[in-house]
């Protein structure tokens, strides 16, 4: 799952989003605002499925009547989408209430909300330990706010971490929070089965379930006809993602699902994420190689190159069959790019089994990786089964040599791509400069360029790479 190291703000939208009538409405044209109208700020931690969840959210509480703002002290009704994969996740989480705390000082009647993995996780503790708390909803729950926000403004605390084995909020149009009007993540499935040992997610999203593929095709058609140009399919494990129809009883596969959206139209790109090794297969890369718009990047978690440990973590393959999915790629999809999640210091790993995790990057030459020190989570399978043993400071040097070979690796990945031309989806003004764009190639790779009169976001444009940085390209346009 691609991981958020730096959660800020969720921006609130500024520019378009969707009706569910189908037409590109504004935002102040949808939420005119009146001055009695009640605010909602939300926040969001962790993966992007949170991201896309508190899209989710904001359309459920719009339909209720609230509009969305950007600015903390105007808000009636404060939520905050939580993460507990790591600790860490969870300490960023509780500073925020204490500042929600103080907020709610200075106004009384304001209300905070918890929503997410770590209100799941903690359940009524929420209300017990953190007393400022009015709400906490888990992310399966995400229908009934409306109510349990309507019993709190009666004083009424409210409590809802029911997970279900059905909610796949396909019916919901999310409101696109933060957008750019280009890309845009639609969720495919939701929770997981895998049990790996080290995390989390499978005790604070539940059993995995897939949403109706027809509902999936049709808002990424109602992307396209908004103007956006780039849908990535969201899922804690979306190669695993497996519909049947009711109607018919035909099965949809994941490879058959990226087909379906693939032909909504050939300049809608298609991306995906995140995949779990075991589930890829062949199919889903010849099916990648079949359309062009379907974007040739593969998120490949490996966690670690060892296969004793990936035994412990319960990943289900091991280092040579992990291999083996990496060298299909190759053969399938030559220019594919690859990128991984990595977590040093795993109960009992020793020196030589996180040499290991070196060599397996060094060999699968990863475009990117997100990495971590294993942080044990209660209540996981690890935290049953064994020691957390590695010393933090252990962790923390493997760690650090992880990032160091990355960047290595990282920065001659994107040198080899001085002097190619890829085609480019222009995103916005690039950070630096206005006088230039920034947009991804279709390995996901940030294009940095300068702009040409007539170009604007959403369009595509062939850039011949002249620089490489460790994260990005510097590019011209070719004509
Ligand atoms: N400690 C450290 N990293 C973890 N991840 C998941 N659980 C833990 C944990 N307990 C990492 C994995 C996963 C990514 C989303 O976060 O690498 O793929
Ligand atoms: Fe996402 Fe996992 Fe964090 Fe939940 S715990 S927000 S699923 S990364």
């Given at each position: 799952?691609?991981?958020?190291h730096?959660?800020?703000?969720?921006?609130?939208?500024?520019a378009?989003d969707e009706s569910?009538q189908?037409?590109?409405?504004?935002?102040?044209?949808?939420?005119?605002?009146?001055?009695?109208?009640?605010?909602?700020?939300i926040?969001?931690?962790?993966?992007?499925?949170?991201?896309?969840?508190?899209?989710?959210?904001?359309?459920?509480l719009?339909?209720?009547?609230?509009?969305?703002?950007?600015?903390?002290?105007?808000s009636?009704?404060?939520?905050?989408?939580?993460?507990?994969i790591?600790e860490?996740?969870?300490?960023?989480?509780r500073?925020?209430?204490?500042?929600?705390?103080?907020v709610?000082r200075?106004?009384?009647?304001?209300?905070?909300?918890?929503?997410?993995?770590?209100?799941?996780?903690?359940?009524?503790?929420?209300?017990?330990e953190?007393?400022?708390?009015?709400?906490?909803?888990?992310?399966?729950?995400?229908?009934d706010?409306?109510k349990?926000?309507?019993?709190?403004?009666?004083?009424?605390?409210?409590?809802?971490?029911?997970?279900?084995r059905?909610?796949?909020?396909?019916?919901?149009?999310?409101?696109?929070?933060?957008s750019n009007?280009?890309?845009?993540?639609?969720?495919?499935?939701?929770?997981?089965?895998?049990?790996?040992?080290?995390?989390?997610?499978?005790?604070?999203?539940?059993?995995e379930?897939?949403r109706?593929?027809?509902?999936?095709v049709?808002?990424?058609?109602?992307?396209?006809?908004?103007?956006?140009?780039?849908?990535?399919?969201?899922?804690?494990n979306v190669?695993?993602?497996?519909?049947?129809?009711?109607?018919?009883?035909?099965?949809?596969?994941?490879?058959?699902?990226?087909e379906?959206?693939?032909?909504?139209?050939?300049?809608?790109?298609?991306?995906?994420?995140?995949?779990h090794?075991k589930?890829?297969?062949?199919?889903v890369l010849y099916?990648?190689?079949?359309h062009d718009?379907?974007?040739?990047?593969?998120?490949?978690?490996?966690?670690?190159?060892?296969?004793?440990?990936?035994?412990?973590?319960?990943?289900?393959?091991d280092r040579e069959?992990y291999?083996?999915?990496?060298?299909?790629?190759?053969?399938?999809?030559?220019?594919?790019?690859?990128?991984?999640?990595?977590?040093t210091?795993?109960?009992?790993?020793?020196?030589?089994?996180?040499r290991?995790t070196l060599?397996?990057?060094?060999?699968?030459?990863?475009?990117m990786?997100?990495?971590f020190?294993y942080?044990?989570?209660?209540?996981?399978?690890?935290?049953?089964?064994?020691r957390?043993?590695v010393?933090?400071?252990?962790k923390k040097?493997?760690?650090?040599?992880?990032?160091?070979?990355?960047?290595?690796?990282?920065?001659?990945?994107?040198?080899?791509?001085?002097?190619?031309?890829?085609?480019?989806?222009i995103e916005?003004?690039?950070?630096?400069?206005k006088?230039?764009f920034?947009?991804?190639?279709?390995?996901?790779?940030?294009?940095?360029?300068?702009?040409?009169?007539?170009?604007?976001?959403?369009?595509?444009?062939?850039?011949r790479?002249v620089?490489?940085?460790?994260?990005?390209?510097?590019?011209?346009?070719?004509s």
């Amino acid at each position: 799952m691609l991981y958020n190291h730096n959660p800020t703000l969720t921006d609130v939208p500024k520019a378009i989003d969707e009706s569910r009538q189908g037409e590109t409405v504004y935002w102040e044209q949808v939420m005119p605002g009146p001055p009695s109208r009640k605010r909602f700020y939300i926040e969001s931690y962790g993966c992007q499925m949170n991201f896309s969840d508190s899209e989710i959210v904001a359309a459920v509480l719009a339909e209720d009547g609230y509009a969305p703002t950007r600015i903390l002290e105007e808000s009636d009704l404060i939520l905050i989408n939580t993460c507990s994969i790591r600790e860490k996740a969870e300490e960023t989480v509780r500073k925020r209430l204490r500042l929600f705390d103080a907020v709610k000082r200075q106004r009384p009647g304001v209300l905070v909300g918890v929503l997410g993995c770590m209100a799941e996780r903690l359940k009524k503790k929420f209300l017990e330990e953190e007393k400022l708390v009015d709400i906490v909803v888990g992310p399966d729950a995400y229908r009934d706010l409306p109510k349990l926000v309507a019993n709190a403004e009666d004083g009424e605390k409210g409590i809802n971490v029911f997970l279900s084995r059905e909610e796949t909020y396909a019916d919901i149009s999310p409101l696109r929070l933060d957008s750019n009007g280009v890309s845009a993540f639609i969720s495919i499935m939701r929770g997981c089965d895998n049990m790996c040992s080290f995390c989390v997610v499978p005790f604070t999203r539940g059993r995995e379930r897939s949403r109706d593929a027809f509902s999936i095709v049709a808002e990424a058609t109602h992307l396209f006809e908004q103007g956006y140009r780039e849908v990535t399919l969201l899922g804690q494990n979306v190669d695993s993602y497996k519909w049947q129809n009711p109607e018919t009883g035909k099965v949809v596969s994941f490879a058959e699902l990226l087909e379906m959206v693939a032909l909504v139209h050939p300049h809608l790109r298609v991306r995906f994420t995140t995949s779990h090794p075991k589930d890829m297969t062949d199919e889903v890369l010849y099916t990648m190689a079949r359309h062009d718009n379907i974007c040739k990047y593969i998120h490949l978690p490996v966690q670690s190159g060892n296969s004793r440990i990936l035994q412990l973590m319960n990943r289900t393959y091991d280092r040579e069959w992990y291999l083996q999915r990496i060298e299909a790629i190759e053969r399938i999809l030559p220019d594919c790019a690859i990128s991984s999640d990595i977590i040093t210091g795993f109960c009992t790993e020793t020196e030589e089994e996180h040499r290991d995790t070196l060599s397996i990057m060094e060999r699968a030459n990863y475009a990117m990786s997100y990495m971590f020190a294993y942080s044990e989570r209660p209540g996981t399978l690890a935290a049953k089964k064994y020691r957390d043993d590695v010393p933090e400071e252990v962790k923390k040097r493997r760690l650090n040599e992880v990032i160091h070979l990355q960047n290595q690796i990282s920065l001659r990945h994107n040198q080899a791509d001085i002097g190619k031309t890829f085609e480019v989806l222009i995103e916005g003004d690039s950070k630096r400069s206005k006088d230039e764009f920034k947009g991804r190639n279709s390995q996901n790779k940030m294009l940095v360029f300068p702009k040409q009169p007539g170009l604007t976001p959403g369009d595509y444009v062939r850039v011949r790479v002249v620089a490489a940085t460790t994260a990005t390209l510097l590019g011209e346009i070719v004509s």
